[in-house]
């Protein structure tokens, strides 16, 4: 089965920067999106980003349009997220997810990894 695991996170000010990764194990993506979510507290999970990983076509949230980048490296399997000028408002746990749809639903992901804590200070 897929295993996926997020890692990166951590305390930044506001204006910085952070990359995430998420290494994927198992199965081949080919045909699959990889997708970043985020839930902040208090709040419902939401989109952020997504990849899909035979084109590396890329999408994002308008939230994080113009801040985020979403890249993979097929050879190791692992997507990564580089976030730029951070606001507190991109505070939440990060997860990674796969899903062999187009959909970004968080009921159609077909594996979930566990996710990493992003806190942007002010």
């Known amino acids: 089965q897929v295993q996926l695991q997020a890692c990166g996170g951590g305390l930044v000010q506001a204006g910085g920067s952070l990359r995430l990764s998420c290494a994927a194990s198992g199965p081949t993506f080919s045909g699959w999106q990889m997708v970043w979510f985020r839930q902040a507290p208090g709040k419902e999970r939401e989109f952020v980003s997504k990849i899909f990983y035979t084109s590396g076509r890329l999408y994002y949230a308008d939230s994080v349009k113009g801040r985020f980048t979403m890249s993979q490296n097929k050879e190791n399997s692992t997507v990564y997220l580089q976030m730029n000028s951070l606001k507190p408002e991109d505070t939440a746990v990060y997860y990674c997810?796969?899903?062999?749809?187009?959909?970004?639903?968080?009921?159609?992901?077909?594996?979930w990894g566990k996710g990493t804590q992003v806190t942007v200070s002010s």
């Open positions: 997810a796969a899903v062999a749809s187009t959909s970004v639903q968080l009921r159609d992901m077909d594996y």
